[in-house]
């Protein structure tokens, strides 16, 4: 698709964007600025956040991509997001970081840990996930558990262009 008419703004956009990240886990995004500063490790891929207690315990989070395919395209659209991992896993998956055939390790459990805009979706924080590990270079995909909640409808069934344009106009003029 080229481009579309925001129903939203009425102004012709061109192209239409496919993926939408998030900076951080959402309990990073919660914390005020001097919080993060002194609690948080974070990096484009993974994240530790620690507890409020000097020797408190830690959050773990990598982040990796839903991918939801786009009804009769070859394209998927994409969600980037931040899953919270145990620490024996967070610490297993920083160890395998580099290296090679790291992707035929079994999948991780893992609690999304992104609240997507809640113009699209009921709360998406703490969705069960299974978090696959991929060749070195590419993000772990993240697999829904298969529930009714829509985004893991949307990742089994596939979505429309139409839903990726709605998508776009919620998410580019959230404010």
Request: glycine share 6%.
């Amino acid at each position: 698709m080229n481009g579309y008419t925001c129903n939203i703004c009425g102004q012709y956009h061109e192209g239409l964007p496919v993926s939408y990240g998030s900076s951080a886990p959402a309990l990073v995004l919660s914390l005020p600025e001097k919080e993060q500063k002194r609690r948080v490790l974070l990096s484009s891929d993974q994240c530790e956040v620690r507890g409020k207690k000097l020797f408190g315990e830690k959050s773990y989070f990598v982040v990796g991509n839903i991918d939801i395919p786009i009804i009769g395209s070859p394209e998927f659209f994409r969600w980037t997001v931040w899953v919270s991992l145990s620490k024996d896993n967070y610490k297993k998956t920083s160890k395998l970081w580099n290296q090679i055939g790291r992707e035929k390790e079994p999948s991780y459990f893992g609690w999304l840990s992104t609240s997507l805009p809640h113009s699209l979706y009921p709360e998406t924080l703490n969705l069960r996930t299974n978090v696959c590990t991929q060749p070195i270079g590419v993000r772990p995909f993240v697999e829904l558990e298969p529930t009714d909640h829509p985004l893991a409808i949307e990742q089994r069934n596939g979505i429309s262009w139409k839903r990726v344009q709605e998508i776009a106009e919620l998410v580019l003029h959230s404010k």
